[in-house]
Nanobody, 127 residues
């Protein structure tokens, strides 16, 4: 069974930065697709960023220019660097992985399109 564990969340003032990490346990090869998804209680949630096996990255419009998704295969770790944070970025951020042959874009990312999920790390951005 694959387990994903996020870390790096916290509270930061607007304009600050955070780097989220996601460590994958229980698999011996790199997933075809990994991504970050965020959700606020009572809202449907949205994809933030994805990275596919071909190295292609995608971002939600709101994160373009501010967020960077990357991975270190040797460490089985996925990262999300978030700069110039805004209060509207406040959410629970989830790491996701999938071993299929399709990697959704951030704009089309949903709970059902990824097979494995972490339990989230909270990001709170204050004014």
């Amino acid at each position: 069974q694959v387990h994903l564990v996020e870390s790096g969340g916290g509270s930061v003032q607007a304009g600050g930065s955070l780097r989220l990490s996601c460590v994958a346990f229980g698999h011996t090869y790199t997933p075809y697709c990994m991504g970050w998804f965020r959700q606020v209680p009572g809202k449907e949630g949205e994809g933030v960023a994805t990275i596919g096996g071909d190295g292609m990255t995608t971002y939600a419009d709101s994160g373009t220019g501010r967020f960077t998704i990357s991975q270190d295969n040797a460490k089985n770790t996925l990262y999300l660097q978030m700069n110039s944070l805004r209060p509207e970025d406040t959410a629970m951020y989830y790491c996701a992985a999938d071993f299929g042959h399709v990697c959704p874009t951030a704009a089309t990312m949903t709970w059902g399109r990824f097979g494995y999920w972490g339990r989230g790390t909270q990001v709170t951005v204050s004014s």
